[in-house]
């Protein structure tokens, strides 16, 4: 079941914007992580942040978490073409172990 | 270390037919795990491994799907018999414990006509 689920499921904006997506999760975690996936392939870890955390930040990445409230967005800055994907979250609730995806925000980065 | 490897990347087969994914993970990684992603479901779990055991297969859609992982270097998935209905892009993805970072692997695209 998927545990995490990702906001707004498409976005559209222009290189140099800035991208957010929001993530809402349902029970406590110990970890929250993003990932990437370009058409086609594998997914790539993108940041890992912990449930004691608030905010990370990696490259162009920055990543918050609020477990008062379940969620957890991700920001792109400066967003290039090559930013084009889809971005998942993931959660360990309900299991502990294995990471359970939401169904992904599609970004489109047009020149 | 090349990763994740999983073969074949494109499976086409009949209805009825045995499929076998498989699986190299990354050399050192006690946690693997097979994934099924569709455009309705999303990334679904199948089943995780720790240390070459099953521990969760309570993903598996039935009782035609069966995984297995004589070693640590190398798991299959298999579907006996396939239907139409599965198929998805099969992933692959280890990490060195439970909840640390995953490795994916490139993903088996599965088409049973």
């Known amino acids: 079941s998927q545990q995490g689920e990702e906001d707004p499921q498409a976005l559209s904006i222009q290189e140099g914007e800035n991208a957010t997506m929001n993530c809402s999760y349902k029970?406590?975690?110990?970890?929250l992580q993003w990932y990437r996936q370009n058409s086609g392939r594998g997914l790539v870890h993108l940041i890992l942040?912990?449930?004691?955390?608030r905010e990370k930040h990696s490259g162009r990445l920055r990543v918050t978490l609020d477990t008062s409230k379940k969620s957890s967005s991700l920001l792109i800055t400066a967003s290039r073409a090559a930013d084009t994907a889809s971005y998942f979250c993931?959660?360990?609730?309900?299991?502990?172990?294995?990471?359970?995806f939401g169904k992904g925000t599609s970004l489109l980065v047009t020149p | 270390d090349a990763g994740v490897i999983q073969s074949p990347r494109h499976e086409v087969t009949e209805m009825g037919q045995e499929v076998t994914l498989r699986c190299k993970p990354i050399?050192?990684?006690?946690?693997l795990f097979w994934y099924r992603q569709t455009m309705m479901r999303g990334l679904e779990l199948l089943i995780y491994f720790n240390n070459n055991v099953p521990i969760d297969d309570s993903g598996m859609p039935e009782d035609r799907f069966s995984a297995k992982m004589p070693n640590a270097s190398f798991s299959t998935l298999k579907i006996q018999p396939s239907e139409p209905r599965d198929s998805a892009v099969y992933f692959c993805a280890s990490s060195l414990k439970p909840l640390a970072e995953a490795f994916f692997g490139q993903g088996t695209r599965l088409t049973v006509v």
């Open positions: 029970t406590s975690i110990n970890n």
């Open positions: 942040i912990r449930s004691n955390e």
């Open positions: 993931a959660t360990d609730a309900n299991s502990g172990y294995a990471l359970n």
């Open positions: 050399s050192g990684h006690n946690s």
